[in-house]
């Protein structure tokens, strides 16, 4: 994976590339993930209620992406070291919290740092839903890539299976 913007966030801050993590495992908006405490994890379960539509969500800490090995266990062990497991989730010793824009730029610079370029617009924090969306309707199906996402209409959450026109159709 080298080259790509999942990598790149090692050379930055210890907590950017869980930060990552963990949108990538959960597929959640920034504003979740940002606003994510410690007691919010419990029982060997992550608890989110979504801001933008209220859904509730608990994950297991065994949910995993299969194709990248990715399990939220171990994000949040990660996580917890960097923040001595008190207070936001996305933090550490110096930071007791990160603000949207914060991890919105770390992201950025991963992105630049990757050396990828785009044709087009090049894909913020938000289109990790995106390419979860994907990996989870592979893996596990369409319904619960679009329980995990939050979306109670379907075609909502089709736009984020949408690829946009950049891959190969097979034939």
Known sequence: MEGYPYKAADKLSAWVGPCLDLALVTEQRL??????????????????????????????????IECINLCLADVLHQLRELSEGEGHIVADKRHPQFA??????????????????????????????????????DEKGRD?????????????????RDVRGAEWAEI
């Open 100 to 137: 949207q824009d914060t991890i919105s730029k770390a992201f950025l610079k991963a992105r630049r740092l990757s050396g990828l370029t785009w044709q087009g617009k090049a894909p913020s924090f938000h289109e990790i839903r995106s390419l979860v969306a994907r990996l989870y309707t």
């Open 31 to 64: 504003g979740d993930i940002q606003a994510l405490y410690w007691e919010d994890y419990k029982l060997g379960k992550l608890y989110i209620k979504q801001e933008k539509t209220g859904m509730m969500l608990a994950f297991l800490e065994t949910t995993r």
């Open 144 to 160: 619960y890539a679009q329980k995990l996402l939050g979306h109670k209409n379907a075609a909502t959450t089709d736009k984020y």
